[in-house]
């Protein structure tokens, strides 16, 4: 049973039809398509913390944040997991000065999510794999694409140490709603 006041975690992922979230190259953009991303942008809108990797900002140089057409009144803050010394020209997460930036160097991704209540994990495979590991993940938001990348691909998540289908962390589909060509899949954790 979850402790109460644990914050509410919803894990992001964006991928192709066969589950990659990029290239071998590390390149990602766009594999979902503009009506997903419009519904991500209004996703970080409702949520008061975006947590990514640093692995993450270093491939994509993302923004990370909520479009005002999105009813974004605050933006979101930003975690971001890993070191900020291991930045070299990854400026864009400070651009918006309104929101609070902050690195996370301990791997501890339940220590630095203490004091929000809504949470979106918006990462890497392993980060992806390190939330579920934790099992910590209450909904997961799966924008597929119809294209498929194949074995060369990076995978959505990584390895989380599996021994027995039976210890497989499960989900059951509460919704699957058309965005454009892509669809989007929501799951909630059964406990
Ligand atoms: N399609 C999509 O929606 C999407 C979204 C995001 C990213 N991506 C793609 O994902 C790729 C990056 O994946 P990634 O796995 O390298 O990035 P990531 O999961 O965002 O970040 C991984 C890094 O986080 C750090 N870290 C801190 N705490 C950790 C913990 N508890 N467990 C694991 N790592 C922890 C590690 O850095 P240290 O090793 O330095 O400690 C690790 O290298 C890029 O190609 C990017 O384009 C795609």
Known sequence: MRAPNTPRITLKLATSMDGKIA??????????????????HRMRAAHEVIVTGIGTVLADNPEFTARPAAGCKKQ???IVMGMKSKLQN???????????????????????????HSVMIEAGSRIAAAAIKADIVDRIEWFRAPIIIGGGGIPVLADIGLDSLSDAPKFTRVAVT?????LQESYERIL
């Open 90 to 116: 990854q400026d864009r997460i400070f651009q918006d000065q309104t929101r609070n930036v902050i690195f996370s160097n301990d791997r501890n991704l339940v220590g630095a999510i203490n004091g929000y």
């Open 178 to 182: 058309p965005r454009g060509a892509d």
């Open 76 to 78: 979101p803050d930003l």
């Open 23 to 40: 290239l071998a190259n590390g390149q990602s953009k766009w594999i979902t398509g503009p009506e997903s991303r419009e519904e991500v």
